[in-house]
């Protein structure tokens, strides 16, 4: 992967820093700094930094089934480290505005925490009754194969991610109660879309479709809330950023700067490693496999057929090689 290096989008302030990639032209990165650093509005650090979609613009709607009952969830008890963790989090939301405090609602759901890959907790609603309820939303999602193999032949990319994307959106009006959840403070719902409720990537892929209509397939490419800006030419890729900050600007969209990266020959883009001379297989991935120790049980072959799954295009006669994980899992179903 190449390498990169953090810049300061406003002088001075060393927390505000966003990644450039290493393999421009010192002309071209000097241009990249100065464009970055006028184009600061579009990025966000806080909640406080943007103000949302325009509802006009889209709003995510719950298309509940009239034949589901609501259903009201009891309210679970947890641990004093957990519960501190749930007035944490639920504090944070009410100060972003993300959420509402209510005091009736026929759906209830509880919140559950789970444990980061950091050893940290994470705090999330348990939507499962709620979901169940609402149809599937057949809008069509890009298939990220096609998206990854679009990407060949392109000199330079600068990989994007949207600011706590699915927040960006509101939830509508008339469907926020629905999305009530109970702790040991009080009931909420959900001013702005969660993570978690059903149908949720389907209404971003419908926001960044219009967005972008003009240029998905040309210099951009969008997965839901993962986004890469594309140019044949490394002299073309400011004009093609400043259509993308442009259209991001006029609806509103914020950046995370920590999560992006600008001017880079190759990097990560839905799981695959894309470059000028086409896709190649995720090291991460690679490695993940080599660490695994040998398959004893049903799980630990699920586990390893999944992991040569997501690498099946760069391994020759795959599906041969895998037949006996597939025999076994067979037999155990």
């Known amino acids: 992967m190449e390498e990169y290096r953090s810049i300061e989008l406003i002088a001075g302030q060393p927390d505000k820093t966003t990644r450039i ?3 421009m032209s010192k002309s071209l990165e000097t241009l990249m700094i100065e464009f970055l650093r006028k184009s600061v509005d579009l990025f966000a650090w806080s909640p406080s930094d943007f103000k949302g979609i325009d509802p006009e613009v889209i709003v995510h709607r719950l298309n509940i089934d009239p034949l589901a009952r609501s259903i009201r969830q009891k309210k679970r008890s ?3 480290e957990r519960n501190r963790v749930i007035e944490e989090e639920v504090n944070k939301l009410m100060e972003a505005g993300y959420v509402s405090e209510v005091q009736y609602t026929d759906w209830l759901a509880n919140v559950v925490v789970v444990p980061k890959a950091s050893g940290k907790w994470r705090m999330c609603t348990d939507f499962t009754d709620l979901n169940k309820a609402c149809p599937k939303d ?4 890009p298939r990220i194969d096609l998206l990854v193999d679009s990407t060949a032949g392109y000199e330079l990319f600068s990989m994007m991610d949207a600011y706590q994307g699915y927040h960006q959106i509101f939830m509508a009006e008339e469907d926020r109660i629905k999305t009530s959840f109970i702790t040991d403070k009080g009931i909420y719902w959900y001013n702005v879309m969660p993570f978690g409720l059903k149908n949720t990537g389907a209404t971003y892929q419908r926001l960044v479709n ?3 209509r003009d240029q998905v397939g040309t210099t951009i490419e969008v997965y ?5 800006v594309k140019s044949r030419k490394e002299e073309d890729h400011l004009g093609d950023l400043q259509q993308a900050f442009d259209v991001m600007r006029a609806y509103g969209m914020r950046l995370n700067p920590r999560k992006c990266t600008f001017g880079v ?8 490693m894309v470059s000028e001379r086409g896709i190649e297989a995720n090291p991460e991935k690679i490695e993940a496999i080599s660490k695994l120790q040998s398959a004893k049980t049903l799980k630990e072959v699920q586990k390893l057929t999944g992991k040569i799954a997501s690498l099946s295009r760069f391994i020759s006669r795959s599906a041969d ?3 006996l994980f597939f025999k076994s899992l067979g037999k155990a179903i």
């Open 224 to 228: 839901v809330d993962d986004m890469l």
């Open 78 to 80: 947890f641990g004093v």
């Open 321 to 323: 090689r895998s037949l």
């Open 21 to 23: 990639g290493s393999g």
């Open 265 to 272: 020959r190759g990097g990560k883009f839905l799981g695959y």
């Open 210 to 212: 219009k967005m972008f």
């Open 138 to 141: 057949p809008y069509p999602l």
